[in-house]
């Protein structure tokens, strides 16, 4: 049963993780994911065939009542997918087999939220997976430290739960600083400098209005390295 604290009692005893808080337009903003194949991973899409349009289903089930808004846990579903998609043009059906044979083999109900991809599950999934697509043993471990770069950007509670989820300031897959945090019991999950309450989105537009960064930096007390790397993260999203 989950404690109620101040802060799920904000949320009405609810686990802000679990709430529909953006919509597809922003998680894809803040995760460097098309907004179209977000939606597609989300909603799922038609497309054409000889024989007439065919439809796929979604590869996350968001929590929002009408199917259009992600939680935070759906954002680090979306954001571990990104490591095993973005990077091989592999059809979505590979991908769904491989995510329901982990599932079935391990009993795990949302492999991509689980802990286990470290290690017995990552191991499992990425086997099957590579096997689908006939990835080579070095494309498997290509894959494998991609989805561990992404894997090291999510912080978990006692019970392996993701907590915290700190997205790539850029493009780039490269680890990166861990300078913005999206915490869903902080500002409401809005993009955060770590370590504090102020949105990436407050210093781009102070910045934008003529502040320098150095008045930013004494403002918020926040140093004057991360008031960058937040003003580059709002802007590359």
Known sequence: MQRITPVTAL????????LPAYGVADAARFLRIPAATLRSWTVG?????????ASFEPLIRLAG????????TNLVEAHVLRALRMQHGVPIRELRQAIGYAER???????????????????LFLGYYGDLISLSRSGQLA?????????????????????RLYPFLTGSLSDGPKT?????????????VA???V????LAQRIDAGETVDELAADYRIPRAAIEEAVIFEQAA
Do not use: C, K, N
């Open 65 to 72: 009542a009408d199917g259009r808004r992600l939680s935070f």
């Open 199 to 202: 949105t990436t989105r407050v």
């Open 180 to 192: 913005v945090v999206i915490d869903p019991r902080v500002s409401f999950g809005r993009p955060v």
């Open 45 to 53: 899409r038609t497309y054409p065939r000889q024989d007439g349009p």
């Open 105 to 123: 083999q391990l009993g795990i109900e949302r492999v991509l939220l689980s802990d286990d991809l470290w290690t017995h599950a990552g191991e």
């Open 11 to 18: 949320y009405r005893g609810r686990d802000p993780r679990e």
């Open 143 to 163: 894959m494998r430290r991609i989805l561990e770069a992404h894997l090291r950007r999510v912080d978990r509670d006692e019970h392996t739960l993701p907590v």
């Open 195 to 197: 370590g504090s309450g």
